[in-house]
Nanobody, 124 residues
Framework: QVQLIESGGGLVQAGGSLRVSCVAS????????VGWFRQAPGKEREFVAG????????RYADSAKGRFTISRDNAKSTVYLEMHSLKPEDTALYYC?????????????????WGQGTQVTVSS
């Protein structure tokens, strides 16, 4: 069992930046592909970004390209999502998820473990 704990969410003005983190509680869980998803009220959960175990490949949703950067530090069992030029439409609960597969899937159903989420609110 892998426990994922997100942190770093908060309230930020439009145009601002924020970095959210995802820490895995079990040693060796850094061998998973990790994805960030988000869910706004009344909307479906959507893929934001993903990164492979070695960090050699990343994948981004169109909405995140050029503004968000995903990275990981396996020594700390931590994956980061750095967000810049934030917009009110980025407001959502941000989740990290771990997938035992090597490929970066944009489908929530592909992921085996989920965190509880961290709230990101962007004011206009």
């Amino acid at each position: 069992q892998v426990q994922l704990i997100e942190s770093g969410g908060g309230l930020v003005q439009a145009g601002g930046s924020l970095r959210v983190s995802c820490v895995a509680s079990r040693r060796g869980s850094s061998s998973y592909t990790v994805g960030w998803f988000r869910q706004a009220p009344g909307k479906e959960r959507e893929f934001v970004a993903g990164i492979t175990y070695f960090g050699d490949r990343t994948r981004y949703a169109d909405s995140a390209k050029g503004r968000f950067t995903i990275s990981r530090d396996n020594a700390k069992s931590t994956v980061y999502l750095e967000m810049h030029s934030l917009k009110p439409e980025d407001t959502a609960l941000y989740y990290c998820a771990a997938d035992r597969n090597l490929a970066i899937s944009a489908l929530a159903g592909s992921y085996d473990y989920w965190g509880q989420g961290t709230q990101v609110t962007v004011s206009s």
